[in-house]
């Protein structure tokens, strides 16, 4: 698998699992995927539940990144408002080989207008707030995930962990030419993790919880 | 429920889903968990995938600790060797209501002797390891993660979800002398996670998957 950088969107009020979940997926990847912590300035950034993880680098001074992460949380409700985070996504989103989000993180893409007749999907419990915020977007109310090439969005919160083995594997698989190597990569680490992948993005007992199915 | 604090104890190379798993419970507790991170000095500290999280406090001005939770990851190769770090967590352990240790982070507790006697689990795929941290510690090969009472264990990475989730049911149905709302209280934080708790602490498929069982 080629060496990609992996770029992780910070911002005050960002759920904890939605970054370090998928984290814990990409960052055990070396030589693969090498991470980075990106927000409007280097430093700690402090989290919706309070604990500070800190931004390698600012907006400004980010290196080039393959792939980006959003993550959501009660701050995106402020950040939506941000235009200079908002621009930020909207520029290095065209540039990136893949742009994900988990949870309301989708809020920001759909606010940079990169979602734009594109299928996607979020958190349930916060749907409609959500869908407001991209009115062109073609929000699916029933999935764990959306696969839609470039922009891959997550359900709420774990739906990230999920999320990111699928594109692990799928990376994995391009790159390697071999459809089984990639999934088993992906299997590999969620043994590592402890973790019973949920590998069907159709799946999703949520939607139901929260009246969306 | 009445108010804890929880201190969650990082080290270099801890492992971010061991940390950030249950603090994603433990954190969305307003009122009945407050959350400080604790090192052996305030400031930030490398994780084994590369991202930083800030110590609120160093070991020597921690504020009175109500709960403890240890991380694993790979940097507990180096740490059990760390006898300040070791004799804090014995010291700290003896005032606490709840010791809890996620991954390998049981081998830290079993180095501090605090396990001695107890039935405690750890990471399938290092159990050896960790066990030989600990000879006198009673270590079960097969559990999603062990409640010994004050020391709580769980099995690897993804487990210490469950386990919070369990320990939070426990505490909330504790204060409430209600089994039923302990539970409720759980399983609603499993739903804004939009995560599948794992509930029953004696399944565990891992311990299968790493020759244990």
């Known amino acids: ?8 969107v910070l911002y005050p009020g960002f759920e904890l699992l939605d970054v370090f979940g998928p984290l ?4 055990n990847l070396p030589g693969m995927v090498s991470v980075t912590m990106v927000a409007a300035q280097a430093g700690p950034v402090v989290s919706a539940q ?21 993550p959501g949380g009660i701050g ?3 950040v939506v408002e941000d235009r200079a985070l908002v621009d930020w996504l909207a520029a290095r989103s065209g540039a990136a ?10 809020a920001l893409l759909a606010r940079a ?13 916060f749907f409609q707030w959500v869908a407001d915020q991209g009115p ?15 922009y891959v969005t997550s359900s709420g919160v774990s739906a990230g962990i999920d999320m990111a083995l699928h594109v692990i594997a799928r990376l994995a698989e391009h790159d390697l030419a071999d459809k089984r190597a990639g999934r088993e990569l992906a299997e590999n680490l969620a043994r590592m993790m402890e973790y019973q992948w949920h590998t069907d993005a159709d799946v999703d007992p949520f939607a139901k919880v929260w009246g969306l199915a």
């Open 1 to 8: 698998m080629a060496e990609r950088t992996l770029g992780v």
């Open 24 to 27: 814990e997926a990409f960052g």
């Open 50 to 70: 309070g604990p500070r993880a800190v931004a390698d680098h600012g907006f400004a001074d980010a290196p080039r990144l393959d792939m980006i992460l959003v």
């Open 76 to 78: 995106t409700r402020d």
């Open 97 to 106: 080989e893949i742009v994900m989000s988990v949870c309301t993180g989708a």
């Open 113 to 125: 207008g990169v979602l734009d007749g594109q299928r996607a999907t979020t958190n349930k419990a």
């Open 136 to 150: 062109k977007v073609e929000w699916v109310r029933q999935a764990r995930w959306v696969d839609a090439g470039k």
